[in-house]
T-cell receptor
């Protein structure tokens, strides 16, 4: 079936540094990828939608200059958290939409801790 | 945008059927209902989806009412590993067909 690989699974970084998270569709072409953020005991919150080769569409309240999304190919999207702060600590999850029969496959998530 | 309403939590005995309800009274005619589940600290796992007809796969059954305003996910023989948060989602037909998650139902399967 459709598989989405997300790396790293966890990362710890210092305040002020940037962190890049990768999301790859392994066996299908992902025309659209979605990025979510989840705080403890809360539901997933959609951050942005990206289509291959075009700029991402960000949800209201999400800073596009802080959360840089690149979707340069049909199998790879990246989320870069720039100038990370402790409040950016969260669980980040990607989802890919493409050839699979049910349309949406999620990655395993990345636990970001900013110290 | 179609919104969904689910009970915050449910308990189910191991081996029994788990019936998880979802209300989506504002759903549009061509919007699909999706069910995902999330086990702690993992990405959501697809369960099933449907439009109008009832659906069944190896994991679950999805029963959609005739007016499409509500649906029920059925796990026929719940096991302890089915303990998770279950999300009922209506796929938005505009804005890139994105999936917007609600609060979900915490299902606790107990032995």
């Amino acid at each position: 079936g459709a598989v989405v690989s997300q790396h790293p699974s966890w990362v710890i970084c210092k305040s002020g540094t940037s962190v890049k998270i990768e999301c790859r569709s392994l066996d299908f072409q992902a025309t659209t990828m979605f990025w979510y953020r989840q705080f403890p005991k809360q539901s997933l919150m959609l951050m942005a939608t990206s289509n291959e080769g075009s700029k991402a569409t960000y949800e209201q309240g999400v800073e596009k200059d802080k959360f840089l999304i690149n979707h340069a190919s049909l199998t790879l999207s990246t989320l870069t958290v720039t100038s990370a702060h402790p409040e950016d600590s969260s669980f980040y999850i990607c989802s890919a939409s493409g050839a699979s029969s049910y349309g949406y496959t999620f990655g395993s998530g990345t636990r970001l801790t900013v110290v | 945008d179609a919104k969904t309403t689910q009970p915050p939590s449910m308990d189910c005995a191991e081996g029994r059927a788990a019936n998880l309800p979802c209300n989506h009274s504002t759903i549009s005619g061509n919007e699909y209902v999706y069910w995902y589940r999330q086990i702690h600290s993992q990405g959501p796992q697809y369960i099933i989806h449907g439009l109008k007809n009832n659906e069944t796969n190896e994991m679950a059954s999805l029963i959609i009412t005739e007016d499409r305003k509500s649906s029920t996910l059925i796990l026929p023989h719940a096991t302890l590993r089915d303990t998770a948060v279950y999300y009922c989602i209506v796929r938005l037909r505009r804005d890139g067909n994105k999936l917007v998650f609600g609060a979900g139902t915490i299902l606790r399967v107990k032995s």
